[in-house]
């Protein structure tokens, strides 16, 4: 538009559409009333327009505000259960019972380079309204041959959240540190319903954490460049503890028969996750253009052995007593060091 203030517009549409074989089966006054569609007979069509729209402000050489709104659809869903003993992540088709998810995002950041340009940094907030989430119903147990999309929740969300980052771009040193907090809830409580398909309460219709939750994120790299050969880098991500459902109590009738009792959705959260990677590339000649051109890297995943838990599950013995003894389990999927060596090369 002028020279300080430069504009972005874009619009998407797009379609969806569920197709036989499909057998929809409804509860009527009658009775059990079954709807068959054939193969690639259209069951649901779903669309809808994605505007999106950003714009900056120059206020210098260095320096820029920038802001963005953005609408989106999404019509492939991801459902995961926060109360199994292993962590299930399924992913659902939008169909005649699952409608699209849809999001708007709004964004404004301040964007500052400095130092002649060697170090750049930004400072950017944002929030999302989201409709149509999807989530299982309390108390879910997963069953073999049952219809999924019959034990669906449906709701709304929301996220907001800031992002500090700073990048140092030239040097034998540099590098970037980045730190984002965020907050994302979800809300299903059928007497605000806004989709007809909503029949289920989530945690009493109260606001939860979602699956995803991590409050605090960190993220740093540094390289060190010691000459044409040489060169060696190292990362560290820290991320707060993900969210979890908990047993509160685990009961024993008398012929035998175990229960378990959870708490609020997502009302707990296993440890912290954090790791350290570093690594080591060597160029035998960085000079040379023709022929083959190789590198060799040297790198460590996790180079302090963190224990960093992947899910947690719960298991009770009986006593002496007669009496249940409840343990809880923490599984870690890779805790331990992963070293690797790679051969690079190029013609």
């Keep these: 538009l002028t020279d300080k203030i430069k504009v972005h517009l874009g619009l998407r549409a797009s379609m969806f559409q569920q197709v036989g074989p499909y057998d929809r089966t409804q509860e009527t006054i009658s009775g059990i009333d079954t709807t068959s569609y054939g ?106 041959g049952e219809n999924l999309e019959d034990n669906f929740a449906f ?17 034998k040193i540099n590098g970037w540190l980045g730190y984002t907090f965020t907050k994302t809830e979800n809300t299903f409580d059928r007497s605000v319903a806004t989709d007809v398909n909503q029949t289920l309460d989530v945690n009493n219709g109260k606001p939860f954490p979602a699956n995803y939750d991590r409050p605090h994120d960190i993220a740093a790299a540094v390289n060190y460049q010691l000459n044409d050969k040489w060169q060696f880098g190292g990362v560290f991500v820290y991320a707060s503890a993900s969210p979890y459902t908990p047993v509160e109590s685990i009961w024993q009738t008398t ?47 996790n180079v302090y052995a963190r224990k960093n838990l992947f899910f947690i599950y719960y298991d009770a013995e009986e006593n002496d007593e007669g009496e249940l003894d409840n343990k809880v389990i923490g599984v870690s999927i890779i805790p331990t060091i992963i070293p690797s060596l790679t051969w690079n090369f190029k013609f």
Excluded at 63 to 81: D, E, I, T
Excluded at 280 to 298: A, D, M, R, V
């Design 39 to 144: 193969t690639l007979e259209p069951v649901k069509t779903y669309g809808g327009l994605e505007p999106r729209f950003n714009i900056r402000y120059k206020i210098n050489s260095a320096s820029s505000v920038k802001g963005s709104v953005a609408l989106a659809n999404q019509y492939v869903h991801l459902v995961s259960s926060s109360t199994s003993t292993l962590p299930t992540d399924v992913w659902i088709p939008s169909s005649d019972i699952v409608s699209p998810q849809r999001g708007i995002q709004y964004s404004l950041g301040y964007f500052q380079n400095f130092l002649e340009n060697n170090y750049e940094a930004s400072v950017e907030v944002f929030y999302r309204d989201m409709w149509n989430q999807i989530d299982y119903a309390d108390n879910y147990v997963p069953e073999l």
């Design 255 to 301: 012929n035998g028969i175990v229960g378990l009792e959870y708490g609020d959705r997502n009302s707990a959260r296993v440890r912290s996750y954090h790791r350290m990677d570093l690594s080591i590339n060597y160029t035998p000649k960085p000079k040379k253009t023709k022929g083959l051109i190789s590198s060799f890297n040297l790198s460590a995943y």
């Design 155 to 171: 709701g709304t969300g929301r996220a907001y959240g800031a992002e500090f980052f700073i990048k140092k771009n030239f040097g």
